[in-house]
């Protein structure tokens, strides 16, 4: 890249010169003070990048929360589940030991109920 400002170190339009050191290897950097507004906006881009990092630890604690109340909410649903299912095999077992007396005892009133018409008809001819 061609110096356009002389033989002396090498500049941007921002204000930032580079110069190569001593070693080859280094480089130093140094900023204007009439672009000292870079500054400032470094450090409003830091306390940007503290503000996302504290949110971004908000959003992970507030996912492990709902995670554990998904797992606890899973689990309830599962007892609730076994339960269910014990108490309809109670009830269909109870339903299969007692269903043939209530047909007994359906038909025993029906019985006594067509018996009870027939006095009824009996006695209210005379």
């Known amino acids: 890249m061609a110096n356009p ?13 580079t110069r190569s050191g001593a070693n080859s290897d280094e480089i130093q950097l140094r900023i204007d003070p009439m672009h000292s507004d870079l500054d400032d906006q470094i450090s409003g881009l830091y306390g940007k990048v503290r503000q996302l990092r504290t949110v971004a630890q908000e959003i992970e604690t507030e996912a492990k929360y709902q995670n554990d109340f ?4 899973q689990m309830t649903l599962i007892k609730v589940q ?9 009830l269909n077992r109870s339903i299969i030991q007692q ?14 109920c067509f018996f009870m018409v027939y006095l009824w008809s009996k006695f209210s001819r005379r």
């Open 99 to 112: 269903g043939s007396n209530h047909v007994t005892h359906v038909v025993l009133f029906a019985l006594f």
């Open 70 to 73: 998904v797992s606890q909410l």
């Open 5 to 17: 400002y002389g033989s002396g170190p090498l500049r941007s339009r921002e204000g930032v010169s």
């Open 82 to 90: 076994a339960g269910v299912k014990n108490n309809m095999r109670r």
